[in-house]
C-alpha cells in the first residue's frame, strides 16, 4: 500500500486569499487525484493529476479556481485560489494503487479548510 | 451527476449486532469498492466487487452486488464499537475514476 501525507492538516484563511495543498507519497505513482468533501456531504473529484501533462477536471471544476501542479512521480499540490466560505471543505488526494487492484485509491489524511 | 446514494444515511446499533447498507449507483459499471472514513479523515480502502462477481466476503466483510438494479449491499456481522465510522460506496467506470455516494454514518454502541 502507499503512505500518504497532506499539508498542512488544517487551516483557516480569510477570504479572498488563496491556499497551497502538499500531498506526498512514499512511492511513485502514475495517477493522482484531488476530492472535496463538503461538511457532511461526499467525495467529490476535482480533477486527476498525471505527472508531466495538464491535470483534467470534472465538470464544474475549473483550473484558474483549482490550480495543479504534478511535477513528479511522487509529489502534487493543489491550489484553493480566491477563497470563499463555500471554499471551506476537507481536501484529499489520493493515488491509484501502485500494484495490486489496480482500481483501488489510497488516500491522504486529508487538509480541513475553513474560509472565514 | 454520477454520484451514488446510499442508506440509511445513519444506522445506530448495538455491539455485536449486524450493519447492512445500501448503496445505488447510476452507470453500468467495471467493479464496485467500498470504503471507510473515520471522523473526517482521509478513507481506508474495504473491499472491492467486480461487475462480474455477485457475492465477496473478506472478514466480517460480505458485499453483495446486483447490476441488474444498479446496486450494492455491504454488511458487518458482529459489530464492533470501533465499526463506528462513515461508509461510502464508489463505483468504478471509467479511466481510474470513482465516483462515490452519499455514505452511511455509521455508530456502534458499546
Known amino acids: 500500500s502507499a503512505v500518504i501525507s497532506q499539508k498542512p492538516s488544517r487551516d483557516i484563511c480569510q477570504r479572498g486569499t488563496s491556499l497551497t495543498i502538499q500531498c506526498q507519497v512514499d512511492s511513485q505513482v502514475t495517477m493522482m487525484f484531488w476530492y472535496r468533501q463538503q461538511p457532511g456531504q461526499s467525495l467529490t473529484l476535482i480533477a486527476t493529476?498525471?505527472?508531466?501533462?495538464?491535470?483534467?477536471?470534472e465538470s464544474g471544476f475549473v483550473i484558474d479556481k483549482f490550480p495543479i501542479s504534478r511535477p513528479n512521480l511522487t509529489f502534487s499540490t493543489l491550489t484553493v485560489s480566491n477563497m470563499s466560505p463555500e471554499d471551506s471543505s476537507i481536501y484529499l488526494c489520493?493515488?491509484?494503487?501502485?500494484?495490486?487492484?489496480?482500481?483501488?485509491?489510497?488516500f491522504g489524511p486529508g487538509t480541513r479548510l475553513l474560509v472565514l | 451527476s454520477q454520484q451514488g446514494e446510499e442508506d440509511p444515511q445513519a444506522l445506530s446499533i448495538q455491539e455485536g449486532e449486524n450493519a447492512t447498507m445500501n448503496c445505488s449507483y447510476k452507470?453500468?459499471?467495471?467493479?464496485l469498492q467500498w470504503y471507510r472514513q473515520n471522523s473526517g479523515r482521509g478513507l481506508v480502502h474495504l473491499i472491492l466487487?467486480?461487475?462480474?462477481?455477485r457475492e465477496k466476503h473478506s472478514g466480517r466483510l460480505r458485499v453483495t452486488l446486483d447490476t441488474s438494479k444498479k446496486s450494492s449491499s455491504l454488511l458487518i456481522t458482529a459489530s464492533r464499537a470501533a465499526d463506528t465510522a462513515s461508509y461510502f460506496c464508489?463505483?468504478?467506470?471509467?479511466?481510474?475514476?470513482?465516483?462515490f455516494g452519499t455514505g452511511t454514518r455509521l455508530t456502534v454502541i458499546p
Open positions: 464508489a463505483s468504478h467506470w471509467r479511466a481510474n475514476n470513482l465516483f
Open positions: 493529476a498525471n505527472q508531466g501533462s495538464e491535470a483534467t477536471y
Open positions: 466487487i467486480r461487475s462480474n462477481e
Open positions: 452507470t453500468s459499471i467495471n467493479n
Open positions: 489520493s493515488v491509484g494503487a501502485p500494484s495490486g487492484v489496480q482500481e483501488t485509491q489510497y
